[in-house]
């Protein structure tokens, strides 16, 4: 079974910026990124086709945050900009079962062990 892993994650002002990275052990499928806030329930943020011709966002994070992948490395990545308060939570990537765009956290098999930001108001 394929492992995922973040990096990426931090302490940053609100307006500041942050990249996350998740590098699989294996090629995978479709991915997607997701967090959780203390007392939340675990939440769609953004999602990429295997070959990255096509993403997906939640609405709270559309455009300011950017997904991408670069296959060759394997590596998923969450470019976010102009973060808010409101966006601290663990991150976590995913990785799913096919190779569309997927919303939903069942369609996703295998997800790495969550990467925290924090944005200071």
């Known amino acids: 079974q394929v492992q995922l892993v973040e990096s990426g994650g931090g302490l940053v002002q609100a307006g500041g910026s942050l990249r996350l990275s998740c590098v699989a052990s294996?090629?995978?499928?479709?991915m997607g990124w997701f967090r959780q806030a203390p007392g939340k329930e675990r939440e769609f943020v953004a999602a990429i086709t295997w070959s990255g011709g096509t993403t997906d966002y939640a609405d709270f994070v559309k455009d300011r945050f950017t997904i991408s992948r670069d296959n060759v490395k394997r590596t998923l990545y969450l470019q976010m900009n102009n973060l808010k308060p409101e966006d601290t939570a663990v991150y976590y990537c995913?990785?799913?079962?096919?190779?569309?765009?997927?919303?939903?956290?069942?369609?996703?098999?295998?997800w790495g062990q969550g990467t925290q930001v924090t944005v200071s108001s």
């Open positions: 995913a990785a799913a079962r096919t190779v569309e765009v997927h919303k939903s956290p069942p369609e996703f098999g295998v």
């Open positions: 294996r090629r995978t499928l479709g």
